[in-house]
Structure formats: structure tokens, C-alpha cells
């Protein structure tokens, strides 16, 4: 499949998955999280630092135009450009509410497991080649969730169904 073919694919997806009625995820609220960092630009390339060739550390995020009511965030990062279909690279859920940032390699008490089979953050490490995009997903939600460390991201997605008030990304690029 070509890549517009698979982005607008991807777009289509993320439209069906934010519009279902009540059964699915739905975000109640319009607005959209603005998700930004200061290691790199959307779209932008990710510094080394951040990746399996790097220390491999969490890169900072900032959380803006989050609603009122949010009771914790949830972030998803995956790169669907894996040569097996959409690789995970990390899974948190129930951060502090009130953060409009973390830092760099900050550790998250609630982390799920990734597709490298680790309970944490595990930077882009794409197959020399072409460049992959990775998404940075943020959701705000209405609760806390109540889920087990070590849980999966269809887990998450399952428990976050219903809970999703508002939701933002940053896509970032690597290429070995």
C-alpha cells in the first residue's frame, strides 16, 4: 500500500474512531489537545537522543488546551509505517491531571506494555530505510482508569472507551 494511501486510511480511522456514538470512543468535548514539545516540531524530525540509537529516553511534552473537568491523561505513541502493521512504543495512562508538561525521561507510575515487550517509554527504531512517522497520542479523560502496569494498548483503548473528553497529537519522524 502507498503511503497516501495508508495515511488517508489512517485518517479515516482516527475520523471513525472519535465519532462513534456511545460505545466507542467518543471525545465530548470539540476542542482539541495541543500537543507540542520542545525536542522537536510536529512533523520535524526526532532528535537521535530519543530513540534506540540515542538514550533512549522519553521526549518532553506539553499539554495545552486541555478541558476543565479532565481527571487524568492517557498517551499512546506508535508508528504505523512498521513493516508488521502499527508498532507501539509506549503506553501510559493516569498522569496527573493537573501536568501541562513532562520532562524529558520523566517516569510515568502507570506505563503499559509496548510491542518490545517493556513496560516503558522505547524511542523510534524504524528498519534502515525509508522514514517513519511516530504519534505522539495524548487523551484527556474523565476518570482515573482502572487498569493493571503491564496492561497493553488495546487495554487502555478498551478502558479509556467512553472516557475520552479531548485528544491531540504530535507526529514526529525518524529514518535509519
Excluded at 530519543?50 to 533512549?56: A, I, L, Q, R, S
Excluded at 487524568?72 to 512498521?82: C, G, K, L, R
Aim: with cysteine; hydrophobic share 40%.
Amino acid at each position: 500500500m502507498n503511503v497516501p494511501v495508508r495515511a488517508l486510511g489512517t485518517a479515516f480511522l482516527l475520523l471513525c474512531l472519535f465519532t462513534l456514538d456511545k460505545g466507542g470512543l467518543m471525545a465530548t468535548e470539540k476542542r482539541e489537545l495541543q500537543i507540542t514539545s520542545t525536542a522537536f516540531k510536529h512533523n520535524a524530525t526526532i532528535p537521535r537522543k530519543y530513540t534506540c540509537e540515542g538514550v533512549d529516553v522519553s521526549p518532553p511534552l506539553s499539554i495545552g488546551n486541555a478541558p476543565d473537568a479532565v481527571k487524568s491523561y492517557a498517551i499512546i505513541v506508535d508508528d504505523p509505517d512498521a513493516p508488521m502493521g502499527t508498532f507501539v512504543h509506549w503506553v501510559a495512562w493516569n498522569i496527573d491531571p493537573t501536568a501541562i508538561s513532562l520532562n524529558e525521561g520523566e517516569s510515568i507510575p502507570a506505563e503499559g506494555r509496548n510491542d518490545f515487550r517493556q513496560d516503558r517509554y522505547r524511542g523510534p527504531c524504524p528498519p534502515p530505510g525509508s522514514p517513519h512517522r511516530y504519534f505522539f497520542k495524548v487523551f484527556a479523560l474523565d476518570t482515573q482508569l482502572d487498569i493493571s502496569k503491564g496492561s497493553t494498548r488495546d487495554e487502555l483503548v478498551a478502558a479509556m472507551d467512553g472516557h475520552i473528553l479531548s485528544y491531540g497529537e504530535l507526529v514526529g519522524i525518524y529514518q535509519r
